[in-house]
């Protein structure tokens, strides 16, 4: 257990990663917690209930949770991950695709065509219909309702309109709500008030979601979904503090840095195994009374981990935790703080849903508002882990602004004298009728 015990300290930037994913996906799958928005009116000025109708209904009818749903999430999050670590520059890397993907599929019940083709194919749908993916969201959600007595896990969504003149479909408005839980804010108050709702979800861990834009931007945008996770979990067996200690933590350019690493000796599920030439141990440590756990994958000393981590499936990371066998060790973790940010759309157009946006002038969210696109995805986490156990937040936001680009189909420039009418649209009865000859 000498190279357990030396090589785990190694570990920091897949266990921000993987680590992350387990803790909000729960054990050997994936999942979210409960869908909580704040109920009544807030300073924020939100007004939302507090779960959604169809989790409540699943959790009561004790709705299982479709491994379909669990494998597009997680799929997709893999795909995501690998994504964004090139463009990081050798720094650490963590996401919450629970957060990115719930978000996505939320604005996914407004697109149609090919537009809707490409978000089910870069969030892998696979077979799984617009109805099958809210059912199985509120099942999802439903199934982490209070996962452990030492483990609060929370998810929040909100839908951000201008309510004085709201284009936004009706019935989009309603699946957000009865599915998602989304509590409905004021565009007026944007960004202050749709950072501030993140900053409470998260307990403040993210305070900023929305980057700076120039005055007015807001008032061109249709709408923002937003998403908050928040996961803070006890060790099942905490870590001494006083056996932690300084040790060295070698970088992936083989330099070396120094890290509070924290030790631990007892029974862990673990495994020791090969992967496409590449050895590598897999630990999990589990929080409160066991549902929810950090599994860390720990490539051999000398191995690219980006290669590593890019040769990962889904069906390899289910494989290797069924094969985890209670075994005796020691283990030293970094103790650690991993905070990330990106915006997502150059990702996301690689990784095939480039129609969706703003930018391609294709994008088809006629479901969802007359000539809406995404103009922005942007997202954020934060992973602490110390000797007491893991608190992590994520929270992503979609802005939805409007195809400003699409050719116009006509000009017409009142520069000369015409007729004018204000009329009832609807009975055709003439108000006012004239004729302008000189507008001065």
């Known amino acids: 257990m000498q190279q357990q015990d030396h090589v785990l300290?190694?570990?920091?930037?897949?266990?921000?990663?993987?680590?992350?994913?387990?803790?909000?996906?729960?054990?050997?799958?994936?999942?979210?917690?409960?869908?909580?928005?704040?109920?009544?009116s807030t300073p924020n000025g939100i007004s939302g209930s507090a779960a959604p109708t169809a989790v409540i209904q699943a959790q009561k009818a004790d709705a299982p949770v479709d491994p379909a749903i669990v494998a597009a999430d997680n799929a997709f999050g893999l795909n995501l991950l690998n994504t964004l670590i090139p463009g990081a520059g050798g720094s650490n890397v963590?996401?919450?695709?629970?957060?990115?993907?719930?978000?996505?599929?939320?604005?996914y019940n407004g697109a149609a065509g090919t537009t809707q083709t490409a978000m089910a194919q870069t969030l892998q749908f696979g077979s799984l219909s617009t109805?099958?993916?809210?059912?199985?969201?509120?099942?999802?959600?439903?199934?982490?309702?209070?996962?452990?007595?030492?483990?609060?896990?929370?998810?929040?969504?909100?839908?951000?309109?201008?309510?004085?003149?709201?284009?936004?479909?009706?019935?989009?408005?309603q699946t957000d709500e009865t599915y998602y839980g989304a509590t409905v804010g004021d565009l007026?108050?944007?960004?202050?008030?749709?950072?501030?709702?993140?900053?409470?979800?998260?307990?403040?861990?993210?305070?900023?979601?929305l980057p700076p834009e120039p005055p007015g931007y807001y008032q061109q945008i249709i709408a923002i979904i937003a998403n908050a996770i928040y996961f803070k979990g006890?060790?099942?067996?905490?870590?001494?503090?006083?056996?932690?200690?300084?040790?060295?933590?070698t970088l992936s350019d083989g330099t070396q840095t120094s890290a509070e690493m924290m030790h631990q000796t007892g029974f862990y599920p673990y495994l020791q195994e090969t992967w496409h030439g590449t050895q590598f141990q897999a630990l999990r440590i589990p929080y409160g009374a066991g549902r929810l756990s950090m599994l860390i994958v720990l490539p051999?000393?000398?191995?690219?981990?980006?290669?590593?981590?890019?040769?990962?499936?889904?069906?390899a990371l289910n494989s290797w935790t069924a094969q985890l066998q209670t075994t005796s060790g020691s283990i030293a973790l970094?103790?650690?703080?991993?905070?990330?940010?990106?915006?997502?759309?150059?990702?996301?157009?690689?990784?095939?849903?480039?129609?969706?946006?703003?930018?391609?002038?294709?994008?088809?969210?006629?479901?969802?508002?007359?000539?809406a696109c995404i103009s922005d995805v942007e997202h954020k986490t934060v992973v602490e882990v110390d000797e007491s156990g893991t608190v992590a937040a994520g929270a992503t936001t979609v802005t939805i602004g409007v195809d400003a680009v699409t050719e116009p189909q006509f000009a017409m420039t009142m520069d000369h004298p015409f007729f004018y009418a204000i009329q009832d649209?609807?009975?055709?009865?003439?108000?006012?009728i004239g004729v302008l000859t000189n507008p001065n």
């Open 188 to 209: 007026s108050g944007a960004p202050d008030n749709v950072n501030a709702w993140v900053a409470g979800e998260t307990h403040d861990l993210i305070t900023q979601i």
């Open 300 to 315: 051999n000393s000398g191995a690219n981990l980006s290669s590593f981590v890019a040769g990962m499936t889904v069906d």
């Open 334 to 371: 970094p103790r650690f703080t991993s905070t990330y940010g990106a915006s997502l759309p150059p990702a996301l157009t690689s990784l095939g849903m480039g129609i969706a946006f703003c930018t391609s002038n294709e994008a088809d969210f006629s479901a969802l508002a007359p000539l």
């Open 234 to 249: 006890q060790w099942t067996t905490a870590f001494d503090v006083t056996q932690t200690s300084a040790a060295p933590f």
């Open 9 to 40: 300290g190694r570990a920091k930037g897949i266990g921000a990663l993987l680590g992350l994913a387990a803790a909000l996906g729960g054990c050997g799958g994936g999942g979210v917690g409960t869908a909580q928005a704040p109920s009544g």
């Open 425 to 432: 649209d609807e009975t055709g009865e003439l108000l006012f």
């Open 131 to 173: 109805q099958a993916l809210n059912s199985d969201n509120a099942a999802l959600q439903g199934s982490l309702i209070n996962p452990d007595p030492k483990v609060q896990l929370t998810i929040a969504n909100s839908l951000w309109m201008h309510l004085a003149s709201n284009p936004v479909s009706s019935s989009f408005v």
């Open 94 to 107: 963590a996401i919450s695709p629970i957060s990115v993907a719930l978000a996505l599929q939320i604005v």
